[in-house]
Antibody
Framework: QVQLVQSGAEVKKPGASVRVSCTAS????????IQWVRQAPGQGLEWMGK????????SYAQKFQGRVTMTRDTSTSTVHMDLSSLRFEDTAVYYC???????????????WGQGTLVTVSS | DIVMTQSPDSLAVSLGERATINCKSS????????????LAWYQQKPGQPPKLLIY???TRESGVPDRFSGSGSGTDFTLSISSLQAEDVAVYYC?????????FGQGTKLEIK
């Protein structure tokens, strides 16, 4: 079965960077986009961007342009999401999710990681 | 950006009764070339990630009980739960994947009356 397993919780200071990782199993890693969505405490869902695991091409939400970088390691079926210049308001649970099939699909998110809490605190 | 607005923000329904959640998009998410609405619904229970319920506005994800149904087209959509069960208590989100940036509704909290 499809599984996305994320790295553990992080506590960072303002201005620092954080890396959240997402390891996929149960399907062909390079055949589906991986999306990143975050959820601030008690708030709704916010899309951050996506990566094509096959070619590494990314698409980021304008809000995060310049601060977010998504990369992949096909040897370990892992996607990394780096967020820099952290602010208090970046405190959130970060989720990876599987999106569209590269062969022709659409970006509803059919499987989700368990979430990674990133806390930005001085 | 397409703004997704759900109503109501919260809803209390008796067990066995029907629950209806609405979602309105600021512009159409209907793609005429394939006749599809790029709209999904998710359920999120406390401490858990969202779970896909419905995609293409009305297609139920595998394993989702048939008491869940989606309808609508263009800019107006509805998620219905025909006979509320205790395990349906959750927050529900609509999501447009018509254009980037993908956006979500603010969520509707469903409780038991």
């Amino acid at each position: 079965q499809v599984q996305l397993v994320q790295s553990g919780a992080e506590v960072k200071k303002p201005g620092a960077s954080v890396r959240v990782s997402c390891t996929a199993s149960g399907y062909t890693f390079s055949s589906y986009y991986i999306q990143w969505v975050r959820q601030a405490p008690g708030q709704g869902l916010e899309w951050m961007g996506k990566i094509n695991p096959s070619g590494g091409i990314t698409s980021y939400a304008q809000k995060f342009q310049g601060r977010v970088t998504m990369t992949r390691d096909t040897s370990t079926s892992t996607v990394h999401m780096d967020l820099s210049s952290l602010r208090f308001e970046d405190t959130a649970v970060y989720y990876c999710a599987r999106g569209a099939a590269l062969a022709g699909g659409s970006d509803y998110f059919d499987s989700w990681g368990q979430g990674t809490l990133v806390t930005v605190s001085s | 950006d397409i703004v997704m607005t759900q109503s109501p923000d919260s809803l209390a329904v008796s067990l066995g009764e029907r629950a209806t959640i609405n979602c309105k998009s600021s512009q159409s998410v209907f793609y005429s070339s394939n006749n599809m609405n790029y709209l999904a619904w998710y359920q999120q229970k406390p401490g858990q990630p969202p779970k896909l319920l419905i995609y293409w506005a009305s297609t139920r994800e595998s394993g989702v009980p048939d008491r869940f149904s989606g309808s609508g087209s263009g800019t107006d959509f509805t998620l219905s739960i025909s006979s509320l069960q205790a395990e349906d208590v959750a927050v529900y989100y609509c999501h447009q994947y018509y254009s980037s940036p993908y956006t979500f509704g603010q969520g509707t909290k469903l409780e038991i009356k």
